[in-house]
């Protein structure tokens, strides 16, 4: 139990384009999806907290015109990269919050090159 | 503010030994969660072990035990009888009890397995 997906594992654009990154809980309703970056070797850095139906919460730093979150059910939430730069490629990990168990369970997690 | 302490960046252990990676946390909160992640080379964060503050038993999973002083705010994960699947970066996490969500993360700990 506790299955979180996340679509696409993997993509590449070019720069000025979108793109958008799917995270599902697929056994478990989540009221509560997070949003994560990931450089290599080092820990992960909270993007936002998503909550369903309603604007997402940005950390401190982060662009919310550039980095687009919508939470439209209880199961799914997306990360639109609006006009992708080389500067965001990275590893995006998202994670749903099982109240259940009081737990954040997360996805594989999406690489992006934008070239 | 809550902060997580992973002081060993890198551990080794052999085959079939035993080895523990520290965490020390900080908070003023009296209600809160700790939990353990394993991060393999995959890039999939994977839940070790979760233990609740009020619980003064150490939780266990299989050959996954944690030490939890909370006194001393300090929550060590010991891997018995290591396998070459352990070889992953582990990550410490806090969680504030009932009303908060955020997870905070140590650095990690990158754990390497000798055959």
């Known amino acids: 139990g506790a299955v979180v997906s996340q679509h696409p594992s993997w993509v590449i654009c070019k720069s000025g384009t979108s793109v958008k990154i799917e995270c599902r809980s697929l056994d478990f309703q989540a009221t509560t999806m997070f949003w994560y970056r990931q450089f290599p070797k080092q820990s992960l850095m909270l993007m936002a907290t998503s909550n369903e139906g309603s604007k997402a919460t940005y950390e401190q730093g982060v662009e919310k015109d550039k980095f687009l979150i919508n939470h439209a059910s209880l199961t799914l939430s997306t990360l639109t990269v609006t006009s992708a730069h080389p500067e965001d490629s990275s590893f995006y990990i998202c994670?749903?919050?099982?109240?259940?168990?009081?737990?954040?369970?997360f996805g594989p997690g999406t690489r992006l090159l934008v070239l | 503010a809550q902060t997580v302490t992973q002081s060993q960046p890198e551990m080794s252990v052999q085959e079939a030994e035993t080895v523990t990676l520290s965490c020390t946390y900080d908070?003023?909160?009296?209600?809160?969660?700790l939990f353990w992640y394993k991060q393999p080379p995959s890039r999939q964060m994977i839940l070790v072990i979760r233990q609740e503050a009020y619980k003064q038993q150490n939780a266990t999973e299989n050959r996954f035990s944690v030490n939890f002083q909370k006194a001393a705010k300090s929550f060590s994960l010991k891997i018995s009888d290591s396998q070459l699947g352990d070889a992953a970066m582990y990550f410490c996490?806090?969680?504030?009890?009932?009303?908060?969500?955020?997870?905070?993360f140590g650095a990690g700990t990158i754990l390497r397995v000798k055959s």
């Open positions: 994670s749903a919050f099982g109240t259940f168990q009081e737990t954040q369970y």
């Open positions: 996490a806090y969680k504030q009890g009932e009303y908060g969500n955020k997870l905070v």
């Open positions: 908070t003023s909160e009296s209600d809160y969660y």
